[in-house]
């Protein structure tokens, strides 16, 4: 176990995972709130596809990642009304994209040299334990700024959510907010590629913020409890993935996640009777 | 229908309001004169005069699609007027938005919105500030916070269900509990867009008995979006009533008359008063329709039943 601890490689995950986590979690739970689950799921194929863009055309993987889920994201926005995307919209989008990521994949593996040729795979999969320091540097400091921005729009944007009509004319610029988290949605989407990979990354948004919805119906302490549930189940499955080389980290953040969502389903919801007594 | 020159019918005996208009001192909390509206290149209305003091209860009638909610939006300064002039508590539009509580159209919480009804009405005191509250920091002032949500709630009569999810409460407990979130910053001015849309009738009289109290009682100026006059018919010091173009302003005796309302419309229209003093209107060519079906088609100006 100890030993496991020392190791660089265990010691980066564990870092990024510590920022990428609660990040997943704070943007997961306005995704939930606000019904745009969908979008996070079109957004991990748009993070393929980015990535694989990047390294067809020789540049850093992370570079087409961001720009193209932040791009996205904004443009999703931009085409739905008031800054919700509508189903539709995102889904003739998704289709396209993946499209063209398929295309890109293709590029890439003709042309680049095969050295490399488990790129697509880690994309897809994810490899938090093959960051590198300075990778893991970036991963942290990209994942405090999505924490701090979604804690500074947090109430504006609640309030937009449940109540937009009002919101905006208390002259909360509702729109500009919507824009803004779809941003924050894509630059999260851009991390959460690197831990669980773009197929899996649609977990860490929504497990953790569906399990803390079920558990308290006050907003603010759901957003805490999901960032939080998203940290223990990350840093639980890194363990987990260390001691158990054959549970690739991936899989153990996507089984633990979904294995404490599941487990709120046991939860009787009677809380809101018993915080009405209290 | 062309346009209809504005009429304005207010007798010179004056009605019974406690503040009236034409007390020297008090200044009108929201005056227009001779506004006008245009959306999309259309003329909705224009000409409207109309002027609110400070406590009264004023119902916005009309036909469905004749701009009545355009009107609240003009108030709040989310569109402008196309002609004339709109004052609000002394200034324009959207200046003092912070004083006027707003209860759009409909809205209803999903059945799985798992949200406290004190947390809904906690944001129309906060919900515009930046950050999140933090755990310890300014205590005092999340005390007074949370004082204030409790004691507005109380005052809807909502302390019941106002801790439950907003998404399990029915209509009518929503309503109440949108109408303490519009109430929580003392506004002086409470625009509401149709709130008694989708209620039944029980829950439609004990929310304009609701509203007559928070008018009279708390002071505030109570302007009400309405497409049936009859559930807040007691209530009522003024009444507005918008045609295709033009628009009425007087007491509800004044304005919901057969000879008002036929010269608004220019067509013949009666009202009628039941035994129980509801009121009946009857237009022509249409037949009178039920309040309940608003959708049924009294579009045009010509035949509306503002109730039965």
Sequence with gaps: MTAVLTQTFFQHALLAGTFI??????????????????????????AFTGAMAALAGGYDLRLGLFAATVGV????GGLGRRGRPDDVVIGSVFAWILGLGAFFLTVYTTSRSAARGGAGTSVLFGSIFGLSSGQ????????????????????????????????AARGVPTRVLGLAFLALVGA???????????????????????????????????????????????????LLSAEAPELPPSFAIMATASAVYAATFLVRPNRALRTAAA | MSIHPTEKVRSDEGHA?????????????????????????????????????????????GPNGVGKSTLVKVLLGLLPAAAGEVRVLGGAPGAHNGAVGYLPQRRSFDACVRIRGVDVVRLGLDGDQWGIPVPGLGRAKRRAAR???????????????????????????????????????????????EPLDSLDLPNQSAIAALLGRICHQEGVSVVM?????????????????????????????????SETLTRLYRTPVEVLRTSGGRLVVVGQPEAPALHSDRHAGHGTGGGHAAGL
């Design chain 1, 21 to 46: 986590a609660p990040a997943c979690g704070l943007v997961g739970y306005f995704l939930v709130l606000r019904a745009q689950i969908f979008t996070g799921d079109a957004l991990s194929h748009v």
């Design chain 1, 73 to 76: 994201g904004l443009l999703l």
């Design chain 1, 136 to 167: 893991t540097t970036l991963a942290v400091l990209i994942a405090a700024g999505i924490c701090v921005a979604v804690l500074l729009i947090a109430r504006p944007l609640l309030f937009a959510t449940l109540d937009e009509a009002v919101a």
């Design chain 1, 188 to 238: 999260c989407a851009g991390e959460a590629t690197q831990a669980v990979g773009s197929l899996l990354l649609l977990g860490l948004l929504a497990a953790p913020a569906g399990a803390a919805i079920r558990l308290t119906d006050r907003p603010f302490r759901a957003l805490a409890l999901s960032a939080a549930l998203a940290v223990a189940e990350m840093w639980g499955s890194l």
């Design chain 2, 17 to 61: 309001a406690p503040v009236s208009e034409s007390s020297p001192v008090a200044a009108p909390v929201l005056s227009l004169r001779g506004a006008a509206v245009r959306v999309g290149g259309r003329t909705l209305w224009s000409g409207v005069d109309l002027t609110v003091a400070t406590g009264e209860f004023t119902a916005v009638l």
């Design chain 2, 147 to 193: 004082e204030r949500v409790a004691e507005v709630v109380e005052l809807v009569g909502a302390s019941g269900y106002a801790h439950r999810p907003i998404g399990q409460c029915s209509g009518g407990e929503q309503q109440r509990l949108l109408i303490a979130q519009a109430l929580i910053r003392r506004p002086q001015i409470l625009l509401l867009d």
């Design chain 2, 225 to 257: 979006v309405a497409h049936d006059v009859n559930p807040i018919l007691h209530h009522l010091d003024r009444v507005v009533y918008i045609a295709e173009g033009g628009a009425l302003a007087g007491t509800p005796a004044e304005v919901i008359t």
